[in-house]
């Protein structure tokens, strides 16, 4: 059967891409054939990722960028679209949780500035790195932009400040969907649920719970139908589908790679 994910002569970057989600997909598409650059504050897990890109025999680029720096990320989208040569495809990974404890991101006592940094972190620099990225798609007329959201995207019972901006990238990737389409650029957002990542701390998690990491585990996994924590792997492959000519008629969808997260 002829392989519809095709991204030959494509180039992307993929924020937050030394590591977990990020490197999968990454790695996914440039199986499929693109050249790609991944961006994070650490060198030596962006140099590694690179490093396995070019073992696939695509170009790979390492850019240093901290998404929480607005002039940074403007100047990574273009540094990387500089080493690129242009740039088809953006994918917003970057995210995660800032907190000095859990305590600052009690629900009813958030703490108000890492209730700022984390709506920055999850939906405000994917807003920059988008608005950098976007002429050089509207010039070619052709772009493709993945946002990755979050189970607690559609549903709640997630951080505060975490919840509420995953639920905006919602509302922000439908908005740009409806204006970016006569540019031929499509704008999507992949949602994982719980996944086997570093960012994914259960000692944490069960300190802001107040049950035990192996409670904590169990929990999760009991909040799929498939009762299990997803793989980074398994996000690499639908990124690189709604990155190609195949899922041209994809655009402003929210789409689940979660083992059927709260359905």
Request: charged content about 20%; hydrophobic content about 45%; some cysteine.
């Amino acid at each position: 059967m002829k392989n519809i994910i095709n991204l030959t002569g494509r180039r992307a970057l993929v924020t937050g891409g030394g590591r977990g989600i990020g490197r999968s997909m990454a790695l996914a598409m440039a199986d499929a054939g693109a050249d790609v650059a991944v961006s994070s504050r650490s060198m030596s897990e962006l140099e590694a990722v690179a490093g396995e890109i070019k073992a696939r025999g695509q170009r790979g680029f390492a850019v240093a960028m901290d998404v929480m720096s607005r002039e940074q990320i403007t100047a990574g989208v273009n540094e990387a679209a500089r080493k690129l040569g242009g740039l088809d495809i953006l994918v917003n990974n970057a995210g995660g949780l800032v907190a000095e404890g859990p305590d600052q991101l009690d629900h009813l006592k958030h703490d108000p500035k890492a209730f700022e940094d984390n709506l920055f972190l999850n939906l405000t620099q994917a807003f920059y790195a988008t608005h950098a990225a976007l002429p050089y798609m509207m010039k070619q007329k052709w772009g493709r932009i993945i946002s990755i959201g979050s189970g607690y995207a559609k549903n709640g019972g997630g951080p505060l400040a975490y919840s509420a901006a995953k639920h905006g990238l919602i509302g922000f990737t439908r908005s740009l969907a409806h204006a970016a389409a006569p540019y031929g650029i499509n704008v999507n957002v992949l949602c994982p649920g719980w996944t086997n990542t570093k960012l994914v701390d259960w000692n944490v998690l069960g300190a802001m719970m107040g049950v035990s990491p192996e409670e904590a585990k169990r929990g999760a996994e009991s909040q799929n139908i498939q009762r299990r924590i997803v793989e980074p792997d398994e996000l690499g492959p639908m990124a690189a589908l709604l990155a190609s000519d195949a899922a041209g008629a994809i655009t402003g969808q929210v789409i689940s790679v979660d083992g059927g997260f709260m359905v």
